[in-house]
Every structure is written in C-alpha cells, then in structure tokens.
C-alpha cells in the first residue's frame, strides 16, 4: 500500500486527515455532546471566510427587558428598544511537528507508523483543545474591573473554610445556584483535577459512564458524572500549595509569628500565598496550616463558543535524506476559535496574532461584554447570571 510507510513521497494529507477524524476520542466526544461547546454562525462567516482575520469583534444581541405599564385605558405604553453588545474573539492557532527514522521502518520490518501517528495526532489535538479551554476559564476568573469582579465573586464558591474544606455531595448544587441561580439547570460539564474526583469517588459521588467497544464489550470510561453532570479529570486544573487557617489543635497547625519563628512557628511574611479568610493575621493568636487549594471548574450548555477555522496546510511531511541515515517529519497545524458566552477577548497583551496559553490566562485580555461607551459608567452589561461558568475552591 502507498500510505504504508511513514515517507514524504507517499504521503497524502488528505487521506492522513480523514483518518486522524476517523479516530474516536471518548473524552472530546462527551464533552461535545454536554453541549457544553456550541457552533456560532457568526464566528464561522467572520473568521471561517477567505477574507477571514485572526481576531474580529461580533455582535451579541441584547434581550428585551423593562416594566410593563398598566393597561387600564389611561396610562401611555412606553417603549424601549434592545442594546447590542460587543464581543471580542480571536484564532488560537496552534503546531507541532514529530520525525520518524527510515532505520526504524527497517528494524521493525516495515511496522505501519502511519496509523499509529494518526491515532496519537487525534488525541494530541484534543487535549491541546482542553489545555486552551483551562487558560480561558484561568484568565476569565482573573478579571478586574467593577463588574467583572461583581461576575468572578458571584461565580466562585469557596468551600475551604467548611469542615475538611472538601466537595461534597451539595457542593456543585450550591455552587451553580449561588453563580446563575434559576439558571443553574444549564450546568452540564465539570473539569476537576484526580485528587477531587478522587475524593467523590470515595463518597459513591462519581458515577462512571459505560460504552460498547467494536466487539460488544461494554466498559466503563475515564469519564464519569456528579449530580448528573459530565466530569472531565485533568490534573493541569489549578493546584496550587498555600495556607489555611487552622486552630492550635488541628493537625501540621503553625503559630503566626512577626519574625524568628522556630519549630511549629511560622513568619507572617511567609504565609504565601494564603487562602484564609482574615484580612491580616494577628501574631502570636492566628494558626494556619499548609494545604494545595484545588479549583474545579463547571459549564453550562452553550457556555463556550467553538469554531475549527483550519488552516491552508493542516499535515504534510518534509523528507530529510541525510540526517539519521534518513527521516520524515511530520507538520500539523489548526486554527480555532473558543469564545465564552457572554465574554469579551480584549487583546490587550498578546505579543503575536495568535495568544498563547500564558497570554490566555491574563486577566487584562477580558471583560464581560458591555455595550461599548467609552465611559464605564456609561456601559450596560450582561447580567452575569446570564453565564453559565462558575468555579469551586476546595482543599479536595
């Protein structure tokens, strides 16, 4: 067969790409079909045309609103008219190259590196779809801004400061009413590092999803559900090593000192970062105790907009005769667009036409869309219940 081999001569890209799409990704599947990720039609006629660019402000059509008057045959009928609001949403591109040796084509005996490419690739490209899912939700969270705040405080729920400072089976319940309220019934997906599944796990709170392999053999998935919503495990979720408050009696407790803390003491200027509830700790009084504060992030259905805009060359390969007694070398390339309902990409540090995920995850480049005066004053915003995103902090 003329694709059997891993050689540029032979290579078709398009046959390469219909088999990369061929390969199944349980993981990427499911969260498509929580519906957690939407088409926009408007990102796609923007950003998916041959005039296309790498970043593009849309328009979000506001909702009625305003009090009715009373008809009663006396009192005028005012009216109002809907505000359009503007979001920001840029191309995330993204590229990586793999070599392969002719001499291991040779040693093995001709073994098909083809597909095995091909099945690492499908896989490779969905979790750099996840990793660009994480640093959004990162940076969203790391808004500023009066509103924005009023939406990062509204949607965050803390339970660190509650008993052993774990989720529990009332934890997401609590946190998506507290951040949507009424709305809470959109939540349809939660990304949560191992070490909070496995805690709900232990609680019988995790109930594992089941599939029929090519053979008819059913097996359980990776992936499971907590209160009936999908759960995605992902330890590059936020675990970060900090402090807690604490009492003299709970386990590993150390007593807040001004400075030359000694065993079962700790400086204040050390207590970084520190995840209590004090606006300052008090020397000699205040205990803290060292902890990893987990975050967990949970979506709704339409929660983030997703378009795959493409690129000219998504795969081809490169032949390099010489080096290694000879290899290929494998190009791929893709262009997305991921833009959170209700979210604006600001662009405001982004050294390149496309963000990287550092530049994600600043807060700066975000806002909750508005409806573009120049004055913040002057601004209407989106009612942040209106977005169905929210977070949990937890110690597990």
């Known amino acids: 067969m003329p694709n059997d081999k891993f050689d540029s001569k032979s290579f078709n ?6 088999m990369v799409g061929r390969v199944p990704n349980l993981k990427m599947n499911e969260i498509k079909k929580s519906r957690a990720l939407v088409g926009n039609p408007d990102i796609k006629a923007i950003l998916g045309s041959q005039d296309g660019t790498a970043y593009a402000r849309i328009a979000m059509r506001g909702l009625i609103d305003g009090d009715a008057v009373n008809y009663d045959g006396q009192t005028d009928i005012t009216a109002t008219s809907t505000k359009t609001f503007e979001q920001g949403v840029v191309v995330i591109g993204r590229a990586k190259a793999w070599t392969e040796k002719d001499f291991s084509y040779d040693i093995t005996g001709g073994k098909d590196f083809m597909q095995n490419i091909a099945d690492q690739v499908a896989e490779y490209k969905d979790g750099l779809d996840e990793d660009t899912i994480l640093a959004i939700l990162e940076g969203i969270f790391a808004m500023t801004g009066k509103k ?27 946190a998506i009413n507290q951040a949507c309220g009424a709305n809470k019934k959109k939540f349809s997906l939660v990304f949560m590092h191992s070490d909070v599944s496995t805690n709900l796990e232990n609680l ?6 089941k599939y029929t392999d090519a053979q008819g053999v059913q097996r359980d998935l990776e992936l499971g559900t907590w209160n009936g919503r999908l759960v995605v495990v992902d330890d590059d979720l936020p675990a970060v ?17 001004d400075s030359d803390a000694s065993d079962g003491e700790i400086d204040k200027a050390k207590v970084k970062p520190y995840f209590g509830g004090k606006k300052e700790l008090t020397a000699e009084t205040d205990y803290v105790a060292a902890g990893i504060r987990y975050t967990t992030f949970t979506l709704g259905a339409g929660s983030i907009s997703y378009e795959d805009i493409g690129a000219k060359v998504p795969y081809e390969m490169s032949r390099d005769p010489k080096t290694n007694g000879g290899e290929d070398t494998l190009y791929m390339r893709q262009r997305k667009v991921f833009a959170p309902f209700g979210i604006s990409y600001e662009k405001k540090q ?17 806002t909750l869309v508005h409806t573009g005066e120049t ?6 915003y989106i009612n942040h219940k209106a977005i169905p995103i929210a977070r949990i902090f937890s110690r597990g």
């Open 375 to 380: 004055q913040d004053t002057d601004r209407t």
């Open 13 to 18: 890209p398009q046959a390469f790409g219909y």
């Open 148 to 174: 924005n705040v009023e939406f990062v405080t509204k949607h965050t729920y803390d339970v660190t400061a509650s008993g052993e400072g774990k989720v529990g089976a009332s934890t997401l319940n609590s």
């Open 241 to 257: 090593d900090g402090y807690f408050d604490a009492d003299a009696e709970t386990p590993g407790a150390l007593l807040v000192k």
């Open 350 to 366: 982004q050294a390149t036409l496309s963000p990287t995920d550092e530049e994600l995850k600043k807060g700066e480049n975000w």
């Open 204 to 209: 019988n709170l995790i109930a594992h999803l």
